[in-house]
Every structure is written in structure tokens, then in C-alpha cells.
């Protein structure tokens, strides 16, 4: 009789044992999927981020290209020659855009001297 309650107990001891490490099993195993569904979550944010600095490289591309071409166009109607090179120089912060319109809406005033009087 002791020998069956020595060993009813011993199971019992067994299971409980068994049951606590699937119990710790199954909570690592919880913090694993969230920590996995972060990094997922993460990787798409920074795909979609990915995916908008490209579409917005391409529009800047696009646009610079553009102009590039009313630059040229500008050259040949007003007889700059050396303006791509000051334009395109690196580091040269002038924007092409405003240097046209600040050489087409230049307006040169001078006043009358009073030696011209």
C-alpha cells in the first residue's frame, strides 16, 4: 500500500512538474510571437518607408530632368553659355528655377545723376 501511495504521489509530483514546464514553455513561446510580430510590423513600415523615398526619388528625378531640359531651352534662346557649368558645379546651392526667373525679371533702374544736370 505504501509502495502505491509513494508512487501515486511521485506521478503526481511528475505531472505537476511536466505541467509547469509546459506552462513556461507556452508563455516563452508568447513572448517569442509577439517579439516576431513586432519585427514583421517593423520590416513593412520600413518597406512601405522604402517604398516612398523611391517614388519620391523618382518624381525629384523627374523634375530635375525637367529642368535640365528648360535649361537648355533657356541657353539657346538667351545666349548663356556658361551657366551649366555654375549651375551643376557640386556643392552650388543656386536653384536653376530661380536663376531663370531672377535673369528674365531683371530690371536694371538707374537714377539721373546731378552731373547729368
Known amino acids: 500500500y505504501q509502495r502505491r501511495v509513494h508512487g ?12 509547469g514546464i509546459a506552462f513556461e514553455h507556452e508563455k516563452e513561446k508568447s513572448k517569442w ?3 516576431r510580430d513586432f519585427l514583421v510590423s517593423s ?4 518597406q512601405d ?15 530635375n530632368e525637367k529642368m535640365r531640359q528648360e535649361l537648355k531651352g533657356f541657353k539657346r534662346t538667351s545666349g548663356l553659355g556658361g551657366t551649366t557649368a ?5 556643392g552650388n546651392a543656386l ?3 530661380m536663376y531663370l526667373e531672377q ?3 531683371c530690371l536694371l ?3 539721373p545723376s546731378p552731373r547729368d544736370s
Open 109 to 111: 533702374y538707374t537714377s
Open 103 to 105: 535673369s528674365t525679371n
Open 33 to 35: 510571437n509577439l517579439e
Open 43 to 46: 520590416r513593412d513600415d520600413l
Open 8 to 19: 501515486e504521489t511521485r506521478l503526481k509530483e511528475v505531472e505537476a512538474k511536466r505541467a
Open 86 to 90: 555654375l549651375l551643376s558645379s557640386p
Open 49 to 63: 518607408k522604402l517604398e516612398r523615398l523611391e517614388t519620391r526619388k523618382e518624381l525629384l528625378l523627374r523634375e
Open 95 to 97: 536653384n536653376p528655377r
